[in-house]
């Protein structure tokens, strides 16, 4: 069965700091891997996509992802995280036979001042 | 991208009742997905809305009690029928476009007495 696992519910970081979100996945054939952010009381907001090409995977607000397909992972990145990051985050895939997103449990990002 | 737009935004029903949600997104896109939020999860596929015909409905869910309309490519509606507390969750709809990108829309908060 197809899965998409964010081990962490949140994730606590200092403003300034770097931050990594967790995300791996299974599916089947290629990967088709995404990154989506809510606010509260929004709707999802697309960060970030991966379905080939460079394993670095630049998106926007700053974040960026690296896909690395020995572990299947896709962690989410910042290098200095800003209060306003503070948000929950989802990672999603589909393999490459379907376009049905699965998604992750979200983990909510926490940056202090 | 594609801007979505959602009625209502969000609605408290009673037991028993019956409501219908409307997408709209202002391009024409090749696929419509609806998905439920359930509070403090994360997004579960409910179907795939398809153009003039039955859409596909995902395990765990059937068209008797979420029926689903697409009758062109920008417009679709998801009816939540016969209404539980069970029900009260974010209804969110989702389009892919021409390149493949996802988005979604702002969502319906639903809350059922």
């Known amino acids: 069965a197809q899965s998409v696992a964010q081990p962490e519910d949140q994730v606590n970081v200092a403003e300034g700091n770097p931050l990594t979100v967790k995300c791996t996945y299974s599916?089947?054939?290629?990967?088709?891997l995404f990154w989506y952010v809510q606010y509260p009381n929004r709707g999802l907001q697309f960060l970030l996509k991966y379905i080939t090409g460079d394993n670095l995977v630049k998106g926007s607000y700053g974040f960026e992802a690296e896909f690395n397909k020995s572990k299947t992972s896709f962690h989410l990145k910042k290098p200095s995280a800003l209060v306003s990051d503070s948000a929950l985050y989802f990672c999603?895939?589909?393999?490459?036979?379907?376009?049905?997103?699965?998604f992750g449990t979200g983990t909510l990002l926490a940056v202090q001042p | 991208s594609a801007v979505i737009s959602q009625k209502p935004s969000r609605d408290i029903c009673q037991r028993g009742t019956s409501l219908t949600i409307q997408c709209q997104v202002d391009?024409?896109?090749?696929?419509m997905f609806w998905y439920r939020q359930q509070p403090g999860q994360s997004l579960t596929l409910i179907a795939t809305?398809?153009?003039?015909?039955?859409?596909?409905?995902e395990s765990g869910f059937v068209i008797d009690k979420f029926p689903i309309s697409r009758p062109n490519l920008t417009f679709s509606t998801l009816t939540v029928s016969n209404m539980s507390p069970e029900d009260s969750s974010i209804y969110l709809c989702?389009?892919?476009?021409?390149?493949?990108?996802?988005?979604f829309g702002p969502g319906t908060r639903l809350t059922v007495t």
């Open positions: 391009s024409q896109v090749t696929m």
């Open positions: 999603a895939a589909h393999g490459g036979a379907t376009n049905k997103l699965i």
């Open positions: 809305a398809n153009q003039g015909s039955e859409a596909t409905y």
């Open positions: 599916v089947s054939g290629n990967p088709y």
């Open positions: 989702s389009v892919e476009d021409l390149l493949g990108e996802k988005y």
